[in-house]
């Protein structure tokens, strides 16, 4: 008795080792899932050492059969092998099911570096505006883009420098510089070229901010007359 329940214990580990290699290179797993075989081999293990437990729920007489007729013991092999490689669906769906989670959660990683960026852009000219920098020590200029600016565009820079918010907008300075929509969007551009102002795609919209280089112009600007009068 002891002799025939090892053999069809081998008998199921066997198969279900069998079963599980075959739903393994039927599948295909690539590196991104390394459990893929451990799994595939322990579900067709679980598959083939259910076996019995169908039997019994069935009322087939299999497993004592094959004590009187060897040969049965080959009909009981294809059932643990035919079970063992029924667990592929499982084996599928748990899969399919990791590989969908990580892509949710590669999305939510994706979108979530979107947002830092964004929040990167925002931040970055609260910062300049709010702590006070050296002038001296400021970016390098360049004078002859600076004598090129018009008037215009230097009363854009003094709008978006002096203004109680950081972040404005295009109609928002018009109507407070008294300027033309277009003559204010063409030095906004032109002022863009040379990185003296920025913008952003908020929530709201585009919306423009003066930067470091900026404030040095209208510093530079600014200190020239004071310069001339003392010269004279």
Partial sequence: M???LLILTAVMLVSG??????NYYQMLFTEEDPAGLARCLIMGL?????VPVLLKFTRSDL???????PSRLLLFTGYCLLA?????VFVF???????????IARARV???ERELRTLQLEIVPLLEHEIEGDPDSGPALDFNQIRK?????????????GGDCVFRSLPGMVREGGMETNSGARALNSLLVLEMVGKIHSHLGIRWYITDKGRQVLYRRSAQPVANRVSN
């Fill in 2 to 4: 002891l002799d025939h």
């Fill in 17 to 22: 080792t069998l079963g599980g290699l075959v």
């Fill in 46 to 50: 679980c598959g083939a050492l259910m």
């Fill in 63 to 69: 497993l004592l059969e094959i004590q009187g007729d």
């Fill in 84 to 88: 063992a490689i029924a667990s592929r």
């Fill in 93 to 103: 769906h748990a899969a399919r099911r990791q590989l969908r989670d990580a892509s």
């Fill in 110 to 112: 994706e979108n979530l």
């Fill in 149 to 161: 600016l018009d008037d215009n565009a230097l009363h854009v820079l003094r709008l978006l420098n």
